[in-house]
């Protein structure tokens, strides 16, 4: 059974950064795409930052490009989203998730408990 812990999340300014941290027990996950998503008060979850296992590809929301940057560490089983330029609509439970997809119509993933990001005005 895999578990995924996110750490990391708190009550910032806007303007200020935040660093999330997303470890993962159980195995490693190896081949497994690692992302956050992240779901507002009264709004559906959505995405945030993708990664491959590789790391030779990222994916961004286009309501984090430039300010939100992705990485993992293998070794670690840790995946990090660094969060600059935090904004209040950036307020959130973040949400850390291992994916692995293994035919067009199914996949194998794991979501964490999520972790609260305030950012007040």
């Known amino acids: 059974q895999v578990q995924l812990v996110e750490s990391g999340g708190g009550l910032v300014q806007a303007g200020g950064s935040l660093r999330l941290s997303c470890t993962a027990s159980g195995r490693t996950l190896n081949r497994y795409t690692m992302g956050w998503f992240r779901q507002a008060p009264g709004k559906e979850r959505e995405f945030v930052a993708a990664?491959?296992?590789?790391?030779?590809?990222?994916y961004y929301a286009d309501s984090v490009k430039g300010r939100f940057t992705i990485s993992r560490d293998n070794a670690k089983n840790t995946v990090y989203l660094q969060m600059n330029s935090l904004k209040p609509e950036d307020t959130a439970v973040y949400y850390c998730n291992a994916e692995l997809r293994l035919s067009p119509d199914a996949s194998d993933d794991y979501w964490g408990q999520g972790t609260q990001v305030t950012v007040s005005s």
């Open positions: 990664l491959s296992w590789s790391g030779d590809s990222t």
